[in-house]
């Protein structure tokens, strides 16, 4: 179980929720209910192969899952799981 | 630079037949800090987020929260550390405040949005542009992505 935090610019798909508890024991199961829970929301988060849109980032605490085990991440109960969206520009 | 704005307007990435109907507000305080950190930035990128209350008709601002630029080429170039980005989520929720927009400076360069701002622009957010020089001249634009293209969205400065 885990507390995922919907970024602003996803929230359209959660019907506003911010906080969305899910029961899944890694951070992939985790992110993939939140998929079956709001069907809309998972286009924006994976790729038709399955795989993690490359603009979205997934935090762990303040670890970006990267640095830990990806979505094999393990998450207790106190976890909070974090969606980041690329922010980026400049003018050239 | 060059001569003037409309050579900068690359119309692939602006729609100048439409404008956003939400107004961007904030008062002359928030004004002021935002041309003090594109000043202070110069001649290199500085970016943060605009945090308030969004409403139907408004996204009134009422605080700015700075971030670091984090891109390799600050000169032309900015980009938002993933942790920052979390941070300021968390701080907004905390706050009962919506993450109204992201502002970043255009350093000897109009306030108009690039292609490469097009690229990574949610349609939810409010993208204010600081366009600053070498005299701390400054002019600030505001714009939101709409069917793949920025649109202008009119600002209104309080007293
Ligand atoms: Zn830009």
Redesign the pocket.
């Given at each position: 179980m885990a507390t995922i935090i919907i970024p602003t610019p996803l929230r359209k798909f959660t019907d506003n929720k911010a906080k969305i508890i899910t029961s899944g024991k890694s951070v992939g199961e985790s992110i993939t209910q939140l998929g079956e829970l709001h069907p809309d929301l998972s286009k924006h988060l994976f790729k038709q192969c399955g795989t993690l849109q490359s603009f979205l980032k997934i935090y762990v605490g303040d670890r970006d899952i990267k640095s830990l085990k990806n979505e094999e991440t393990p998450v207790k109960d106190e976890d909070v799981i974090s969606i980041i969206p690329a922010i980026a520009?400049?003018?050239i | 630079m060059k001569a003037t704005v409309e050579e900068y307007l690359d119309l692939s990435v602006v729609d100048i037949t439409k404008k956003e109907q939400v107004e961007l507000r904030y008062n002359e305080a928030i004004e002021a800090e935002l041309v003090q950190v594109a000043r202070n930035g110069y001649p290199y990128e500085i970016a943060g987020f605009l945090l308030g209350k969004k409403s139907e008709d408004a996204d009134l601002v009422s605080e700015v929260y700075p971030v670091e630029n984090v891109a390799k080429e600050q000169e032309r170039k900015?980009e938002i550390h993933g942790l920052d980005y979390l941070k300021v989520e968390a701080y907004a929720l905390e706050n009962k405040l919506d993450v109204i927009g992201i502002y970043?400076s255009?350093p000897d360069y109009p306030a108009i949005?690039?292609k490469?701002?097009l690229e990574f622009a949610q349609s939810v957010f409010a993208y204010a542009?600081v366009s600053v020089d070498g005299n701390g001249d400054t002019l600030i634009n505001s714009w939101k992505k709409s069917n793949k293209k920025f649109i202008q969205q009119s600002i209104l400065i309080r007293s």
């Open positions: 520009g400049g003018k | 900015f970043h255009h949005p690039s490469h701002d542009i």
